[in-house]
């Protein structure tokens, strides 16, 4: 347990409407160790944004606990700390937006943006705060003269710089990566990848990252979480669930996966019908309308996670 960060215990999220319950996450679990990546991957709609938002209190969860591992006060609940102690401990939890265009605020140079969160979490005299982010901007690739700019004067690539510099100027110990480059052109993709994992190795950083680009998730993740629906339905090592998915809906989802070699057959897994609204999901498991080895216990009984072979899996058929 000492290399233990982050523990989600049975995270749940509902939206209340007048007419309407939809239930975004379900009695999400997960454990993230230091220093490593978590991939969370799955269609629109199945809750990884939910459950990062969650996760840093960009939103308020229903229920559940996210106990994060400190060297001065042991573990603690992020959820449920107020006042002083969740000040305290909010700097070491932040986020890297998926849109460079709209995260950023046009009114502020880059100076003020990336350093905010300095001037409200700590005592920095000016000198220091300059000296930081002088610091955290060479290191994300940007140049100190571009400063006193303002967003609308860079690209796509160098704001989701910005962003990340922003994210990392309070040396946090997880950082939530949500879609963080999928808004980005595949050269620019690959610069900020290699960034991100440069920075991983620097400051021992541990991320969620989320997101749709399977090819990216699998390059960068030590272990994949899917999700469907609001719930998990598969959690394994990266190498294993990529070579060997387990279950039919992580089969599908990965079998849309590109191939860049023309001559390698691929056996593509069409699903049939749309994911099912979460305001009126199918009883039993969620996938069963979708999968075509579904009984009538699918159909009934929601299959709970199992751990087979090293990992975990919510499948009545495997």
Not at 125 to 133: D, F, G, L, Y
Request: a neutral charge; aromatic letters at 6%; hydrophobic letters at 40%.
């Amino acid at each position: 347990m000492d290399d233990v960060l982050l523990e989600i215990r049975n995270l749940s999220k509902v939206y209340e409407g007048k007419d309407v319950h939809v239930k975004a996450l379900s009695d999400v679990s997960l454990t993230v160790n230091r220093g490593e990546t978590i991939g969370i991957v799955g269609e629109s709609g199945c809750g990884k944004t939910t459950l990062g938002r969650c996760v840093v209190r960009g939103i308020e969860a229903t229920g559940g606990e996210v106990l994060f591992h400190t060297e001065e006060d042991g573990i603690v609940d992020f959820l449920k700390i107020k006042g002083a102690q969740l000040k305290k401990y909010r700097k070491d939890i932040q986020m890297i937006f998926q849109d460079p265009y709209t995260s950023l605020d046009p009114r502020m140079t880059v100076f003020d943006i990336i350093s905010e969160p300095l001037r409200y979490n700590t005592n920095f005299s000016n000198r220091e705060i300059e000296q930081a982010v002088d610091k955290i901007v060479e290191q994300v690739g940007l140049n100190k003269a571009f400063l006193r700019r303002y967003p609308h004067a860079f690209s796509g690539g160098q704001r989701q710089r910005i962003g990340i510099a922003r994210s990392l100027i309070l040396q946090p110990k997880l950082i939530v990566c949500d879609e963080a480059v999928s808004a980005l052109d595949v050269s620019i993709q690959a610069q900020i990848i290699n960034l991100l994992e440069d920075l991983q190795r620097e400051y021992n950083l541990t991320y969620l990252f989320i997101s749709h680009a399977l090819s990216v998730v699998r390059h960068i993740s030590d272990r994949v979480m899917v999700m469907y629906l609001g719930r998990m339905v598969e959690f394994g090592k990266t190498d294993d669930l990529f070579k060997q998915p387990l279950h039919p809906y992580t089969k599908a989802l990965l079998s849309a996966v590109p191939q860049p070699d023309p001559d390698i057959a691929i056996d593509r897994i069409i699903l049939e019908g749309e994911v099912p609204n979460p305001a009126n999901p199918p009883s039993g498991c969620h996938f069963h309308p979708r999968c075509i080895y579904a009984s009538d216990r699918c159909r009934r009984e929601i299959p709970p996670l199992e751990n087979k072979d090293g990992r975990l899996i919510a499948c009545w058929n495997v």
